[in-house]
């Protein structure tokens, strides 16, 4: 059992990919062709690039349910700067409000001790609201044509959105694995007393986390609304748990201190395959709902498996 | 209770296996405990003693062997069967409810209930609980929640939870670790007291003087074998720990003691006062002297010595670095000033579970190990320092990427050290560095502090095991109740000085 999840933990996700793409060839023909798989891939983004940073969140011990809120601030404020401020300075003032958002969610669980989950989970509501206040309930359309070059121009044939998600990854990559930041995040996650006893900043630490991964849902909010080319303050709902699904499917230890983002893309990657195979056989949306919680309960089963079988080769000292 | 057969025979272990994936914890082990026998059960670390309580606890199955239980044969395939059969185990994380009162964690899951059975009948359940503590001579409130008592009481309403199950064997893992020598002394009478109501008990320790002390034989396991078996009262502590390292050790703790400190201060405490923990305590450490801390509970000295380290706070009182006062608001400021700290607590605040063992080494200087301006870590850099401090202490491992749980205790603690090491300190605080490591680890923990103060490094060293206070350090302060009660030097530290200090006793200083 070690073996197999060890295995599992290495390259699971590829087996369930390349299983999923056989199913795929056989069951369509259209879905051998680079314009079909590069449309997945794009689809897969989306999660995977806010996967990024609840990585982070979870990988620092914490949690955050307040992206898809997030996605919907990003989108009201660009929709509402865009004709007024132009399109650079919306985007960059949508995403420095959103990374605002994450401050405050950090500020709160550093400071007043309070629990990440409800803490996300109040801004959550909060943003929603906030978002539907500003916009007065309306959905507001952008009639800027050119701002829809993000969401759906291409770059030597590859559609944006993956470029940004290339670009986030190896930022992200870096940041975890090369920085003395992303081992701090590691210890914090790992053991928080420990990592104050080691003099680490962790009140700096954990509030930077939180404003990372607003910073990767704002990333996502201004793809989606370039797509729409419409405000919405409702966007992305339900979009948190896809986000969390992806990051724990991707072998992140929901106990913290291990974090994968390799693991997030493919995680993202095989997800956007479902859906595909789903549309495929043509049936609803509520389905695609359904197969995405099915999904994140194998993973957490298989994080569940992982942490047990861990706790006993721990006693006799199995290398793992 | 059963009738007690011929050959007095409580628990019979016969041919123990247990096999985990790569490893075998237990080779064919045999293994039996009389009627109201204490039977020592001692080895290094690894050598399979958590793994046999394990079994016989219910958490493991044995891979082959078997047991007989009060002359019948027994299988137990979960936790509830080996209650069952009147085996209680007491494990060093203790398994009580905190936010439950002392009563209601002896009976939890079988609370007796009011007519009808709808309710918890609290007066029957604090009165049948109070019975069992007083059968046990001990003075708690079963009314007191779990969560406010010290460790020594929790262990204490661990006994009782197992006595109120009518527990026939109570297996004891490192009872003594984490208590106080006046708690150790409670405890043995308790054990006592037990032994005269027919209860058997595997106490697990590696304290030997201890199974000395109490136990009718002893039993050594190394590297999953049994070693052997020996009537207490015809063995000798030099011959345990030869059959538990498996080499002749002559009196594995004297060294040779360090030469005279220089009387330089390098840290200097004055009026150091924390509410409710201590008061008024001034103190001086020179540069390269080991100076021993002693106190029971409640002494206050682990309050004191992490707030001076800056990760508690401090009502008053000024700290002075090379003649300079400093203020350390938090650990990082004692850091930088080159002040390091070993936690007590190594699972709760000292290992990083999920981070690589040089991960783990690194993690205070991480940031020195960079390039680009401290943006990334350089490898290179990082395993150098690595090697270097793993040479120095003799941390031993597989690989550096292996995760940090999988190295023994007395290997982490070297981590721990190491860790604080390598951030260049002067002074070094040690609470009970050798807590639950084994004897080969300690000594060597001992030679490296000795090194240590050698190269000029000044050490703080707390610990509740007075042998090591005795052989080790320069001077000694002894703390009750938060206050400084005496002071020893090399000439008039002894053990018995220092017991009768840390208890209050007025003692005529040389």
Known sequence: ?320 | MAEIPEDNVLLKMTGITKIFPGVTALKNVDFEVKYGEVHALVGENGAGKSTLIKILGGLYRPDGGEMLFEGKKVFFSDTHQAQLYKIAVIYQEFNLIPDLSVAENIFVGREPKTPGRLFINWRKLNAEAKKILDMLDINLDPRKFVSDLSVAERQMVEIAKALSLDARLIIMDEPTATLTEKEVVKLFEIINELKKQQVSIIYISHRLEEAFKLSERITVLRDGEKIGTKNTSQANQDEIVSMMVGKVVKDYFAGEKISESKKEALLEVKNYTIADQVYDINFKLYRGEILGFAGVLGSGIHHMLRSIYGAAPRTKGEIFFNDKKVLIKNTNDAIKLGIGFVTEDRKGEGILYDMSVMQNLTIIVIKALTFLKGMFVKPANEKKVFAQASKDLDIKFADLNQRIIFLSGGNQQKVIIGRTLISNCKVLILLEPTRGIDVGAKAEIHRIMRELANKGISIILSSSELPELVNLTDRCLVLYKGKMVAEFNRQNMDEEALVAAQIGQKINQA
């Open chain 1, 1 to 320: 059992m070690v073996k197999f999840l060890k295995l599992y933990e290495k390259i699971g996700i590829f087996i369930l990919i390349v299983f999923a793409g056989i199913f795929l060839a056989i069951a369509s023909p259209n879905f051998l062709k680079v314009d079909t798989i590069l449309n997945i891939i794009t689809q897969g983004t989306y999660g995977v690039i806010v996967g990024f940073g609840m990585v982070l969140a979870i990988t620092s011990g914490g949690f955050d349910l307040s992206v898809d809120a997030v996605v919907g601030l990003t989108s009201v404020f660009l929709s509402l700067l865009i004709p007024n401020i132009g399109i650079p300075s919306a985007i960059i003032l949508s995403i420095l409000i959103s990374c605002f958002v994450g401050f405050l969610n950090g500020l709160i669980i550093t400071k007043f001790g309070v629990n990440p989950l409800i803490t996300t989970l109040s801004m959550a509501t909060i943003i929603r609201g906030a978002s539907l206040l500003i916009a007065k309930g309306r959905q507001i359309p952008i009639s800027v044509e050119k701002f829809t070059v993000i969401g759906t121009g291409k770059l030597i044939g590859v559609p944006n959105p993956i470029w940004i998600m290339l670009v986030l990854f190896i930022m992200f990559f870096l940041l975890l694995n090369q920085t003395p930041y992303g081992r701090h995040i590691c210890a914090i996650g790992s053991n928080e007393s420990a990592a104050r006893i080691s003099g680490l900043n962790v009140t700096f630490v954990k509030i930077m986390v939180y404003v990372l991964v607003s910073f990767t849902a704002s990333i996502n909010g201004v793809i989606r609304t370039s797509q729409a080319m419409i405000g919405i303050p409702s966007m992305a709902p339900g979009f948190t748990l896809l986000v969390i699904t992806i990051t724990i499917l991707g072998g992140t230890s929901l106990s913290g201190g291990k974090g994968n983002l390799i693991g997030a893309v493919f995680a993202g990657i095989f997800i956007s395959m479902i859906y595909y195979g789903l549309n495929l056989i043509g049936v609803q949306y509520f389905y695609q709902l359904l197969s995405v919680g099915l999904v994140l309960l194998f993973a957490l089963f298989v994080d569940g498996l992982r942490k047990r079988y861990l706790e006993t080769a721990k006693i006799k000292g199995i290398k793992v």
